[in-house]
């Protein structure tokens, strides 16, 4: 299932995630990445086809934010993770745990909510 995959931007991704539809784009290469995409940034591809966002992710990696940007002053402390969903990586704020309980390896899903300081919509990752 190969399709061209339009410049679509990253609030349409963020809604597909919130209605539990999320997806990644493939290239023909089997690399996934996130939208807007037009080449894929592993080997140049053009071609993409969209593939459903696995329901659970593994946080790799993640730093807990005591004292934030503007932007997040109000969400402090909060812990921001990298999680691999099946070897596409998304970086998201971590809700619904304690910053001091996160750790590598745990499993999560993906979804939206607002940040505390500004409302504005983040992907954010839960404990699953």
């Known amino acids: 299932m190969s399709e061209n995959i339009p410049d679509e931007g990253y609030d349409e991704w963020l809604d597909a995630v919130a209605d ?5 784009l493939s290239c023909a290469n089997g690399h996934g990445s996130l939208p807007p995409r037009r080449v ?9 086809a969209r593939e459903p966002l696995p329901e659970t992710g593994e946080i790799e990696a993640f730093t807990v934010v005591h004292v934030a940007t503007p932007q997040f002053a109000a969400d402090t402390p909060y812990a921001t993770a990298v999680a691999d969903f ?3 990586r ?9 910053p001091e309980d996160v750790s590598d390896g745990m499993t999560v899903e993906a979804g939206v909510a607002e940040s505390e300081t500004t409302g504005e919509r983040l992907l954010v990752f839960r404990p699953r």
């Open 20 to 24: 539990g539809s999320g997806y990644y």
């Open 40 to 48: 894929c940034p592993h080997c140049a591809s053009r071609e993409f």
């Open 86 to 88: 099946d070897g596409v």
């Open 90 to 98: 998304l970086t998201g704020q971590l809700r619904g745990t304690r």
